[in-house]
T-cell receptor, first 112, second 114 residues
């Protein structure tokens, strides 16, 4: 049982490039989330999903897109990278019976 | 909307000192309250939780009591260790109204010196 896995761990992008951050969970959780964590700050919700085929915007969705074709996978897409997207990105899933979120190890993204 | 306010850090303590990290919240409904811990280079992990007023969550010597009258959920530990050095996040969640989304505080960095 791997929990929530994220790839890659680190990435450097040039301004205007695109990339997809991968997130997979093997706990059969319906709810999944993408957060960004800027230095010294808390987590800001980017997008979330309540099940396969259903996604919705969080606090800071601009510049990002998501899809949820399966229960397990919830990739985050950056289309035109900007320096303001330099951050650490965390994916999480929710065990509904305990209201507890399980986090992946994060992806550290730098946009130069 | 919901919000969580944590005591500002960083906090530096000597080993075996007493720890308090303050957390207050604003929420509609009846949220569950959480403390998550983030060790260097890792994702957040649940430390403890409480789901209703007067509940006490506890784990690894840490405790927090859900105080509805003061809208607080302060984290305490009687004797900290160097291995407790981490960032601590207070959070709330109300899945009945919020699709399981959590609201997080900004985090408090704790450094424990030998």
């Amino acid at each position: 049982n791997a929990g929530v896995t994220q790839t890659p761990k680190f990435r450097i992008l040039k301004i205007g490039q695109s990339m997809t951050l991968q997130c997979t969970q093997d706990m059969n959780h319906n709810y999944m989330y993408w957060y960004r964590q800027d230095p010294g700050m808390g987590l800001k919700l980017i997008y979330y999903s309540v099940g396969a085929g259903i996604t919705d915007k969080g606090e800071v969705p601009n510049g990002y897109n998501v899809s949820r074709s399966t229960t397990e996978d919830f990739p985050l897409r950056l289309e035109l990278a900007a320096p303001s997207q330099t951050s650490v990105y965390f994916c999480a899933s929710l065990l509904e019976s305990t209201d507890t979120q399980y986090f992946g190890p994060g992806t550290r993204l730098t946009v130069l | 909307g919901n919000s969580v306010t944590q005591m500002e850090g960083p906090v530096t303590l000597s080993e075996e000192a007493f720890l308090t990290i303050n957390c207050t919240y604003t929420a509609t409904g009846y949220p569950s309250l959480f403390w998550y811990v983030q060790y260097p280079g890792e994702g957040l992990q649940l430390l403890l939780k409480a789901t209703k007023a007067d509940d006490k969550g506890s784990n690894k010597g840490f405790e927090a009591t859900y105080r509805k009258e003061t809208t607080s959920f302060h984290l305490e530990k009687g004797s900290v260790q160097v291995s407790d050095s981490a960032v601590y996040f207070c959070a709330l969640s109300d899945p009945r109204t919020n699709a399981g989304k959590s609201t997080f505080g900004d985090g408090t960095t704790l450094t424990v010196k030998p």
